[in-house]
């Protein structure tokens, strides 16, 4: 117990050696967790507890694609389109990730501009990736009602295997939720951001103490999760 004591001269307690040292580390709070505030913690948690979710979703899609005796469509012939008379494979799926990982830019420099403490760009940025957030779900919209007019349903489709319809569903659907979820929290936290509610500390819901923008940082960790996703999606599901 004497090591862990803080000696009279203002020396840092001694540490423990091996995996109780690691582990008194951690736990202690002191410097793992010190400097992370609970707002950023508790997303991380959340976006952990995530990847488990959208783990299952795509361990469960190749399980069913990998053991389906019956054909699997081809996603390129599926997800194609006919434009000007040609047949192009994934064109909107390639669209829709384009607009997705430009966002992320965007929100990047939010975040920037948030701690630079400047109100007008950071909600400007916000409301621009609030904007390729809402196109990327309008167009997977278009993508749903193209599919379910061809045939596609959660127990089978007109192309092959029948599992494709409720992984398909599944995954994009989940993914989707996230997406307008985000958008809508994008719009509210820039909403506040513009007024200057995080320069006079205005009472109110995801308002932080005055001239503090880390709700900013807070969304775009989220913003950067869903984009992280959908490229396994767009690698797993489209391309393979």
């Known amino acids: 117990m004497a090591e862990t004591v803080l000696t009279h001269s203002g020396q840092s307690p001694a540490r423990l050696e091996g995996w109780r040292g690691i582990a008194a580390d951690w736990a202690s709070d002191q410097r793992a967790f010190k400097n992370v505030s609970w707002g950023k913690a508790m997303m991380w948690i959340f976006l952990l507890s995530d990847t488990f979710i959208f783990s299952c979703f ?3 899609y190749m399980t069913a694609r990998m053991s389906t005796t019956v054909p699997w469509p081809n996603p390129s012939e599926v997800f194609a389109l006919n434009i000007g008379g040609n047949h192009i494979p994934l064109i909107l799926i390639a669209i829709m990730t384009f607009i997705l990982i430009s966002s992320s830019g965007t929100m990047a420099m939010a975040v920037n501009f948030g701690y630079r403490r400047d109100r007008v760009k950071t909600a400007a940025l916000m409301l621009a990736t609030a904007a390729f957030g809402a196109t990327f779900v309008g167009m997977q919209a278009f993508e749903w009602t193209k599919l379910i007019m ?5 127990w089978g489709n007109p192309w092959g295997a029948a599992q494709f319809g409720s992984n398909f569903f599944m995954i994009t659907g989940f993914h989707g939720t996230h997406v307008t979820i985000g958008v809508i929290f994008l719009i ?8 200057g509610d995080f320069d006079v500390e205005r009472r109110g819901f995801f308002t932080s103490r005055k001239g503090y923008y880390e709700i900013v940082e807070i969304t775009g960790l989220y913003w950067h999760f869903v984009d ?3 490229v396994f999606i767009f ?3 489209y391309l393979w």
């Open 58 to 60: 795509l361990l469960s």
């Open 150 to 154: 061809e045939g596609v349903r959660p």
């Open 188 to 195: 509210a936290i820039a909403r506040k951001v513009l007024r």
């Open 228 to 230: 992280l996703v959908w």
């Open 235 to 237: 690698a797993f599901f």
